[in-house]
């Protein structure tokens, strides 16, 4: 699925069984919970924090692949509603980085 097809699905999904969008101010805040639901997965799959128990644990790569998509889901969301077509800013936002970091990155001795 391209960007612009996950943006038209997204509205179709809103538009039937969401109803309506929720205001871009709501929308925010739900998109931060998120990130932190994702954030508190990473301390414990990839950082020092540690899982209140092994069934915990088990089950998380599935749960962050889900909060990604959550994540995911409310960006979308908030793109639709403020009329920013996404493949088009991924594009300039990469050419943004490519010509700003071009020798940044390669000259960087923390990176070798």
């Known amino acids: 699925m ?3 097809e996950a943006q038209q699905t ?11 969008y929720y205001n871009e101010l709501t ?5 931060m919970e998120e990130v932190g639901e ?4 990473m301390a414990r799959l990839h950082g020092e924090q540690s899982f209140k128990s092994k ?3 088990k089950t998380a790569q599935a749960d962050l692949a889900d909060e ?4 995911l889901f409310v960006l979308i969301c908030l793109a639709n509603q403020t009329g920013v077509d996404l493949t088009e800013a991924l594009q ?6 490519t010509k700003r ?5 390669a000259n960087n001795e923390k990176l070798k």
């Open 2 to 4: 391209t960007l612009q």
């Open 10 to 20: 997204v509205d179709n999904w809103i538009n039937t069984i969401g109803i309506r």
């Open 27 to 31: 929308n925010t805040a739900i998109l």
């Open 38 to 41: 994702m954030a508190r997965l």
């Open 55 to 57: 069934e915990q644990e």
């Open 68 to 71: 990604m998509a959550d994540v």
């Open 92 to 97: 300039k936002n990469l050419t943004k980085k």
């Open 101 to 105: 970091d071009k020798e940044r990155h």
